[in-house]
């Protein structure tokens, strides 16, 4: 833009001195840059590679009254462009007559005078919708080209690439970026600290004039792209000029936008005249499909592209530029309705029945084909009670939360252990006391439902023994075999079964293997008939568990509901976990956390 005239002429002549200056400066720093490894290094030095390049095309194209979308433009991309290359390589021979061609040339000689003839026949294939004053200006610098390279050579193996100049380009008052269109007349850039940059394009007006457009016209068409965000619907535009005005994004209130294939054939102009490849890309809308995408990658390479990429929009969680504000993102995720995943109408469900403390009642859970619980009926007894009612609703609940995503991890964790009437007994062995009918439900849930909870919550059964434990149970077996047994006073075997033993004498004052006391069933209020517990009959292993010792040496292993059953009812509920607690002196501990309520 910084070459184009008051008239709307591209001033051709400062454009190719300007590449020259630049082109200077880069093979300047050739000797004086330093590279990431010694090979790059000597690459560098050898072959002398620069990557000359411009910026702000798109807005050229649009100040010009000209779509991205049209073969005016692509003729103008390739124009400027071979007078780009053009004066990057009558520079480059320029310096090899100072200074010598770069190493290799004379081996690469003939092939590189070949390439330099092929960039020269590219002009003539530049779009004749170009103004022709730019193809004879591209013309004469390709002729010299050839002329001067014959002669001297070239310094240089390569001379021009296209950068993405992103960042940059705005620092140089650029609307758009290398030969990209605009992302949109109005976008907003996320800024590292925090907030959005809102960025309009200053092309238009121009764009505008070059139209035919007053300027009252002007003003009242910038106000309503500044309140809309967007081009499309303004009084007075004229609905065949729309096309200049589109953007590689569609507007924010809009629906125009450049298609894809205009990014690929925009590219495809400028690639005859570059040395290396084009940093751009091909933006595509949400709702492309893999087809467009494959589409695309054969389409560039049917074109002869060197290189290609491709941005579908949306497909990042974030991007630094979009037509959107922070407020529209934050708006869009409250409206964004969640996904309910609903059961087909045919599946499979488990029904179980149960009893908490004398109040009976159903549990049928709708399964998905993968097994997973869906949705929750619960069922009592005694049909138009309060507890019935409620329960019904808490089911459908549950279960509308279940197909809207809601982990049944998270119910288990939240309502087991609660704590409320109806609370009691209840006829599931892997259950023996519920604090609620809640707490039985989710328990159950979580037995049935979720690999590992049974396991990682149950006490040990009822009446086992240390000798009948298994030695592959690391819960019910080595857990009280060993220190556990040796703590009760008693010994291990080789086969890993323990004797326990209380210490006591026999009638002649010698210690005795076992007590000949009948084993002692733990008090209602927890404290031992024989006073102490420590030192009474009854001992506990080293996972919590009650140790009986037997007359005959072997020890009966009692679960914690049988351990506690006398007092549990009336014991507090743990501050951590939730679960019950036992007494254990004056103090109260969980046996589900270890968390203890005070001394102990």
């Given at each position: 833009m910084k070459f184009r005239r008051e008239d709307g002429t591209f001033d051709a002549e400062r454009f190719g001195n300007a590449c020259r200056i630049f082109f200077i400066a880069q093979e300047i720093l050739v000797d004086h840059a330093s590279y990431p490894t010694k090979r790059i290094a000597e690459n560098s030095h050898k072959f002398r590679?620069?990557?000359?390049?411009?910026?702000?095309?798109?807005?050229?194209?649009?100040?010009?009254?000209?779509?991205?979308?049209?073969?005016?433009?692509?003729?103008?991309?390739?124009?400027?462009?071979?007078?780009?290359?053009?004066?990057?390589?009558?520079?480059?021979?320029?310096?090899?007559?100072?200074?010598?061609?770069?190493?290799?040339?004379?081996?690469?000689?003939?092939?590189?005078?070949?390439?330099?003839?092929?960039?020269?026949?590219?002009?003539?294939?530049?779009?004749?919708?170009?103004?022709?004053?730019?193809?004879?200006?591209?013309?004469?610098?390709?002729?010299?080209?050839?002329?001067?390279?014959?002669?001297?050579?070239?310094?240089?193996?390569?001379?021009?690439?296209?950068?993405?100049?992103?960042?940059?380009?705005?620092?140089?008052?650029?609307?758009?970026?290398?030969?990209?269109?605009?992302?949109?007349?109005?976008?907003?850039?996320?800024?590292?600290?925090?907030?959005?940059?809102?960025?309009?394009?200053?092309?238009?007006?121009?764009?505008?004039?070059?139209?035919?457009?007053?300027?009252?016209?002007?003003?009242?068409?910038?106000?309503?792209?500044?309140?809309?965000?967007?081009?499309?619907?303004?009084?007075?535009?004229?609905?065949?000029?729309?096309?200049?005005?589109?953007?590689?994004?569609?507007?924010?209130?809009?629906?125009?936008?450049?298609?894809?294939?205009?990014?690929?054939?925009?590219?495809?102009?400028?690639?005859?005249?570059?040395?290396?490849?084009?940093?751009?890309?091909?933006?595509?809308?949400?709702?492309?499909?893999?087809?467009?995408?494959?589409?695309?990658?054969?389409?560039?390479?049917?074109?002869?592209?060197?290189?290609?990429?491709?941005?579908?929009?949306?497909?990042?969680?974030?991007?630094?530029?979009?037509?959107?504000?922070?407020?529209?993102?934050?708006?869009?995720?409250?409206?964004?309705?969640?996904?309910?995943?609903?059961?087909?109408?045919?599946?499979?469900?488990?029904?179980?029945?149960?009893?908490?403390?004398?109040?009976?009642?159903y549990l049928t859970v709708g399964l998905y084909e993968d097994g997973r619980p869906g949705e929750l009926f619960i069922t009592m007894a005694k049909e138009g009670s309060t507890v019935g009612g409620l329960m019904d609703c808490f089911g459908t609940a549950v279960s509308m939360s279940w197909q809207y995503g809601v982990p049944l991890e998270v119910y288990v964790n939240k309502f087991a252990h609660t704590r409320f009437e109806p609370m009691g007994y209840t006829k599931n062995p892997d259950i023996r006391i519920a604090k609620s009918i809640v707490d039985y439900i989710f328990r159950w849930l979580g037995i049935t439902f979720l690999p590992g909870y049974k396991e990682a919550n149950r006490g040990l059964s009822p009446g086992a023994t240390n000798a009948g434990s298994q030695s592959g149970d690391a819960e019910d077996g080595a857990s009280d075999r060993g220190p556990a047994a040796m703590k009760a006073g008693g010994q291990v075997d080789a086969h890993g079964s323990a004797s326990a033993t209380v210490p006591g004498r026999s009638k002649d004052g010698s210690k005795e293997g076992a007590t000949d006391r009948p084993a002692a069933k733990p008090a209602l209020n927890g404290s031992h008939p024989h006073g102490s517990q420590q030192h009474g009959s009854q001992h506990r292993s080293a996972a919590g568990h009650s140790v009986q010792p037997k007359s005959n040496g072997a020890t009966t292993v009692l679960s914690r509901d049988e351990q506690f059953a006398g007092f549990q009812l009336d014991a507090p509920s743990c501050d951590n976990c939730g679960a019950i607690t036992v007494r254990n002196g004056n103090c109260y501990l969980c046996h589900n956390c270890g968390n203890s309520m005070g001394c102990s």
């Open positions: 590679p620069l990557g000359l390049g411009y910026s702000n095309l798109g807005s050229l194209i649009m100040s010009a009254g000209a779509a991205y979308d049209s073969d005016a433009a692509r003729g103008l991309c390739g124009a400027v462009t071979a007078l780009l290359h053009g004066a990057a390589n009558l520079t480059s021979a320029e310096l090899a007559a100072a200074v010598g061609p770069f190493d290799g040339y004379e081996v690469n000689r003939d092939a590189m005078l070949k390439v330099m003839q092929m960039h020269r026949d590219a002009v003539e294939q530049v779009d004749e919708a170009c103004p022709e004053y730019l193809r004879d200006a591209a013309r004469n610098v390709w002729e010299e080209v050839l002329s001067a390279g014959r002669d001297f050579g070239f310094r240089n193996a390569q001379a021009t690439v296209l950068a993405p100049t992103g960042t940059i380009s705005f620092l140089m008052d650029c609307d758009t970026t290398g030969i990209e269109p605009d992302i949109a007349l109005v976008k907003y850039k996320q800024l590292a600290g925090g907030g959005m940059l809102k960025i309009v394009n200053n092309t238009v007006p121009s764009a505008l004039r070059t139209l035919g457009y007053d300027q009252p016209q002007i003003e009242s068409i910038l106000a309503y792209i500044e309140k809309n965000d967007t081009i499309e619907g303004p009084s007075g535009l004229k609905e065949e000029h729309l096309p200049v005005f589109d953007c590689a994004f569609q507007p924010r209130n809009g629906v125009r936008s450049i298609a894809w294939r205009a990014h690929v054939t925009m590219m495809a102009a400028a690639q005859p005249f570059l040395s290396g490849a084009i940093s751009k890309t091909v933006n595509m809308p949400r709702e492309s499909t893999p087809a467009d995408v494959a589409g695309a990658y054969l389409e560039g390479w049917r074109l002869g592209l060197k290189a290609l990429a491709i941005y579908r929009d949306g497909s990042k969680e974030s991007q630094p530029l979009s037509t959107s504000t922070e407020g529209d993102k934050l708006a869009a995720k409250q409206v964004a309705a969640p996904r309910r995943e609903r059961l087909p109408d045919t599946r499979h469900s488990i029904t179980h029945k149960f009893s908490v403390a004398g109040h009976e009642g």
